[in-house]
Structures are given as C-alpha cells and as structure tokens.
T-cell receptor, first 113, second 112 residues
Framework: SQTIHQWPATLVQPVGSPLSLECTVE??????LYWYRQAAGRGLQLLFY??????ISSEVPQNLSASRPQDRQFILSSKKLLLSDSGFYLC????????????FGPGTRLTVT | GDSVTQMEGPVTLSEEAFLTINCTYT??????LFWYVQYPGEGLQLLLK???ADDKGSNKGFEATYRKETTSFHLEKGSVQVSDSAVYFC???????????WGAGTKLIIKP
C-alpha cells in the first residue's frame, strides 16, 4: 500500500531564516506531487505541483520554491522566511488513472516568529 | 473556469441529528467529485468520491450523489456523532486531472 511521509511535524523558525520541508511517498511510481498551504481556519492554497522529476509548476508568486530530486521526493524551500509564511503545509500525491484523487500527508505546522 | 461552492460554516448540530453539507460546482467536461475530511491538526483524508453522473459515493455512514442536472454533490449522514466534528472539503477534478479544484471547506461541530 502507499504511504506518504512529511517532516518535520512542527517547526518554529525566526524571520529571515531558511526553510526545508521534505515529503516522500512509498508504494507508487511516478506520482504527481503537490505542496499546499493552509492558513489558520482557512482553505487550501496550492503552491506547487510536479508531474515528474525536475518538473515543477508554481501556482502563486512567493518566496518559496520546490524541487523534486527523486521520483518520490518533494522538497519545499525558502531562503528567507517571512511572517506571512506561517501556516500548515501539506504534501499530497496522486495518479491520474483510474481516478485523480489526492492523498495527503500529515502536514507540517510552521510558525515564523 | 471550474469552481466549487460550499455552504459556509460552522455548522453546529446535536448528536444523532441529520447532516447535509451543500456543495455545488461549475465545470466544463465531466469531472470526478470528491469529499475530504480534515480532523484538527491532521492532513486531509479522502472520504468518498463519484466519477460520473448519478454515482453515489459512500463511506463511514456518509453519502453523496453526483447530480449533473443540478451540478451538486451534497454530503449527507443520517445520524452524526461527536467524532464527526471536523472540516469537510468538496473538490472536483480539473480537465487536466493534474489538479483538484477545492471548495473553501465547511467546519462541522457536533455537540453531545
């Protein structure tokens, strides 16, 4: 069966510090991968998605970036965090066939102080 | 473009009450429809899905029917429990199948 891991689970970082969040998927090959952000009490904002190694699409302009160095690894990064980067970050995976539902990891709670 | 509209929350009910959370959509083509649930502090879990008109998705006592004529996918449960308290998201697949289009989420609070 497929599983998705995210770490760390929680993170407190000062403004201006770098960020690296990691997501890995097991039990499937060539998945589509996604990074979402969820502000407190709000809905989902798609940040990045990837349909293959080295292929990253950005949905919103921001100081975040994403990379996919391996088939089942997806990394979210920032060189300098802003207060507005605080939130709950969710990684997800999907395959298009037979149906395109997404499966989510447990999330990372990021607080920028 | 494609969109999903959910009823605003929070929705507050007593235990054993009947639940309906409304979801309507606008889409070209023939999207698949989904309901997800998010418990506090956790990621989203797929609750149920329907891939074509008149399909009924069901899971854990929840049901939703894909109504193309009314472009709706309302979530229902006959008797809610305190443990059903969560945020519920409706979503549809985009034409590309790479992305899901999300509703804003509806917070459900069940009181004992």
């Amino acid at each position: 069966s497929q599983t998705i891991h995210q770490w760390p689970a929680t993170l407190v970082q000062p403004v201006g510090s770098p960020l690296s969040l990691e997501c890995t998927v097991e039990g499937t090959s060539n998945p589509n991968l996604y990074w979402y952000r969820q502000a407190a009490g709000r809905g989902l904002q798609l940040l990045f998605y990837s349909v293959g190694i080295g292929q990253i699409s950005s949905e919103v302009p921001q100081n975040l970036s994403a990379s996919r160095p391996q088939d089942r690894q997806f990394i979210l990064s920032s060189k300098k965090l802003l207060l507005s980067d605080s939130g709950f970050y969710l990684c997800a995976w999907s395959v298009e066939i037979p149906t395109p539902e997404q499966y989510f990891g447990p999330g990372t709670r990021l607080t920028v102080t | 473009g494609d969109s999903v509209t959910q009823m605003e929350g929070p929705v507050t009910l007593s235990e054993e009450a009947f639940l309906t959370i409304n979801c309507t959509y606008t889409a070209t083509g023939y999207p698949s429809l989904f309901w997800y649930v998010q418990y506090p502090g956790e990621g989203l879990q797929l609750l149920l899905k329907a891939t074509k008109a008149d399909d009924k998705g069901s899971n854990k006592g929840f049901e939703a029917t894909y109504r193309k004529e009314t472009t709706s996918f309302h979530l229902e449960k006959g008797s809610v429990q305190v443990s059903d308290s969560a945020v519920y998201f409706c979503a549809l697949s985009s034409d590309s199948n790479y992305q899901l289009i999300w509703g804003a989420g509806t917070k459900l609070i069940i009181k004992p």
